[in-house]
Structures are given as structure tokens and as C-alpha cells.
Antibody
Framework: EVQLVESGGGLVQPGGSLTVSCSTS????????MHWVRQAPGKGLEWLSY????????HYADSVKGRFTVSRDNAKNSLYLQMNRLRAEDTALYYC?????????WGQGTLVTVSS | SYEVTQPPSVSVSPGQTASITCSGD??????ACWYQQKPGQSPVVVIY???KRPSGIPERFSGSNSGNTATLTISGTQAVDEADYYC?????????FGGGTKLTVL
């Protein structure tokens, strides 16, 4: 069974840093491109980042470029999103998602709250 | 940056056909996907590559994409289809979601 489980969310002060993780199981992570998507409370979905199966190709949304860094460790079946210089508007539920036929599997999300 | 636009809300009576549109410049030249999200749940892909339906998605869900508009069509809409729907497209190394459409079945 394919599973994606995000973790690492929490409360962080503006300007602070946080790394969220996505632990995967039920498939070979290196065979799949992966994405991070977030959803602010009561709002729509916002695409954040893409990483290829090998990690050699990475893309970011303009809203996070230069502040967020995506990485993966295929041997550990894990995906990461390092977030720096966090702002109040980064408060959201952060999802990792597998890409095959669209984003075909999503985790349950981890909540990041940026507040003083 | 590329943008796609959806109507905020669509209403449909049970058993009728619901159509949700997604507009973007030359969207027909790109692939569109559609996701369904119910309250408190993660999104689920219902259409990918414009018109393909993942296994487990009912046949009443269909999609098309031409010109500047992609359309999600739900035939014989059921109460269980009430949800938020998001289109998604890819352009120049950027993936983008529409703002979402709340489908009300009443």
C-alpha cells in the first residue's frame, strides 16, 4: 500500500526556519517525481516545489524561491522541505505528493504555523 | 507567471450534469489535471492528462481541454460529489493550481 506521511510541522516565529519531512512506503521512491503543495487555512491549493526522481532537477514557485529548499534521500524513502525566513503567510498545511498520473498519492499534511 | 482561473462556485441538482471550467492562455496546449477535495481530506486526482480517469474514479467524471479552457464534467451528479475541485496545469517548469471551485449539489 502506497503511503506518504508528512511530519515536522509546528509553531515557528517569523524569520525562523523549519524542515518538514515526507516518509514514503509501498513504492520505490527513486522511480517517482515528487511535489510539495500547501494549503493555507480556508484557502486553495498552492504548488511549491518539484524534484525529479534522482534529485537532479528542481523547480520552485516564485513565492518560495530562495527561501525553501527541497531534497530527497531515496535510500531513506524520504523527501524534505527546508523552509527559511518564514513569514506569517507561510502558515499552511504542507502536503507531499507523488507524481505519476497527475499527483496520484498525497499525504495527510503537516501544519506549519508562523506566528510570534 | 502562468495562471489558471476557475469559477468560485457551481451548483447542480442531483442527477444533473455539472461542468466546471478552468481557463488559461493556450491551456489546450498543456495537460490539465483535476483534483477533488472534501472537507478535512487530502486532494484526490479525478482526471489527469486532460481526460484520463484513474482507476477507482467513477465513469461519471470526464474531462476535456481545448483552446483556452479545460472542463471537468460530472454526469448524473450525486450528493457524494459535493466538494472543492481544483484544476492544475504545467507551464515552463511551473505547476499551477486554479483557485478552486466549490461544487454544491442541491
Amino acid at each position: 500500500e502506497v503511503q506518504l506521511v508528512e511530519s515536522g510541522g509546528g509553531l515557528v516565529q517569523p524569520g525562523g526556519s523549519l524542515t518538514v519531512s515526507c516518509s514514503t512506503s509501498g513504492f520505490t521512491l527513486s522511480h517517482y517525481e515528487m511535489h510539495w503543495v500547501r494549503q493555507a487555512p480556508g484557502k486553495g491549493l498552492e504548488w511549491l516545489s518539484y524534484i525529479s526522481g534522482s534529485g537532479s532537477t528542481i523547480h520552485y514557485a516564485d513565492s518560495v524561491k530562495g527561501r525553501f529548499t527541497v531534497s530527497r534521500d531515496n535510500a531513506k524513502n524520504s523527501l524534505y522541505l527546508q523552509m527559511n525566513r518564514l513569514r506569517a503567510e507561510d502558515t499552511a498545511l504542507y502536503y507531499c505528493a507523488r507524481a505519476r498520473d497527475g499527483l496520484d498519492y498525497w499525504g495527510q499534511g503537516t501544519l506549519v504555523t508562523v506566528s510570534s | 507567471s502562468y495562471e489558471v482561473t476557475q469559477p468560485p462556485s457551481v451548483s447542480v441538482s442531483p442527477g444533473q450534469t455539472a461542468s466546471i471550467t478552468c481557463s488559461g492562455d493556450k491551456l489546450g496546449n498543456k495537460y490539465a489535471c483535476w483534483y477533488q477535495q472534501k472537507p478535512g481530506q487530502s486532494p484526490v486526482v479525478v482526471i489527469y492528462q486532460d481526460s484520463k480517469r484513474p482507476s477507482g474514479i467513477p465513469e461519471r467524471f470526464s474531462g476535456s481541454n481545448s483552446g483556452n479552457t479545460a472542463t471537468l464534467t460530472i454526469s448524473g451528479t450525486q450528493a457524494v460529489d459535493e466538494a472543492d475541485y481544483y484544476c492544475q496545469a504545467w507551464d515552463s517548469s511551473t505547476w499551477v493550481f486554479g483557485g478552486g471551485t466549490k461544487l454544491t449539489v442541491l
